[in-house]
């Protein structure tokens, strides 16, 4: 059934619509509309967005390229899952990176990514106490873009981009965790200030050890839905 209201719905502008239709499936399934592993039925995609299937395709091919949608034999595309052990590796990789990439950020200090990264993290603290996440997990978002273009480094952005699209499908995992979003705001707070004031040592100490207490209520999560399906598993 056709969702008039539905919040996937594309208004059609100049804007490419592709890039439109990526940016809503991408934000949908980020915020846990739909769920690892479920199928994304075309008819359905087509009903929700007011799309196309044409663009529901190329919107689907370019998710599919960044890791989030899978392509599987005599389903079609579904949402990508990720096992404890992935996570584990993405996050490590990710707290690499990222460290680099809030140190550098640091160094340079662009008064015009200054004052973005300060905005974002106002919004965070402004939305927070929302029931729906979305609005925070978009400042966030646009909290780690205006960090990653104040490094000045490319090549490091282009890998982060491609990790943080498949981190999409475990923050909010973590975020859901009790007290976790007022750690969560606190450590931002202090990478905040470390860039901020020039202290590149400290910016990325902070940075790494962000995404490591992040990992590990991602990670334990996942390890717990694995061990809760093998025991059920065992039993059917």
Not at 101 to 119: N, S
Not at 174 to 203: C, F, P, W, Y
């Amino acid at each position: 059934m056709k969702r008039a209201d539905s919040d996937l719905n594309v208004a059609r502008e100049a804007t490419s619509l592709r890039l439109l239709v990526e940016k809503r499936l991408r934000t949908a399934i980020g915020d846990g509309t739909f769920k690892p592993g479920q199928r994304l039925i075309e008819r359905e995609l087509c009903e929700q967005t007011g799309v196309g299937r044409t663009s529901i395709r190329e919107a689907l091919r370019q998710l599919e390229a960044e890791g989030l949608v899978d392509t599987v034999p005599h389903r079609g595309p579904v949402v990508s899952t990720i096992t404890a052990d992935e996570a584990e590796q993405l996050y490590e990789l990710r707290a690499m990176l990222e460290g680099f990439a809030g140190r550098e950020c640091a160094r340079k200090r662009d008064p015009q990514i200054l004052a973005r990264l300060r905005k974002q993290f106002e919004i965070m603290g402004q939305v927070a106490r929302q029931d729906d996440r979305s609005d925070l997990l978009a400042a966030k978002t646009e909290f780690y873009a205006a960090m990653l273009e104040g490094c000045g480094n490319v090549f490091v952005q282009r890998f982060l981009n491609m990790l943080l699209n498949r981190v999409t499908l475990l923050r909010m995992t973590s975020m859901t965790q009790k007290n976790r979003i007022d750690h969560s705001l606190k450590e931002i707070e202090t990478i905040l200030v470390a860039i901020e004031t020039g202290d590149v040592d400290g910016a990325e100490r902070a940075c790494v050890q962000h995404i490591h207490n992040a990992a590990a209520i991602a990670v334990a999560a996942l390890r717990k839905n694995e061990a809760t399906a093998a025991n059920e598993s065992k039993i059917r």
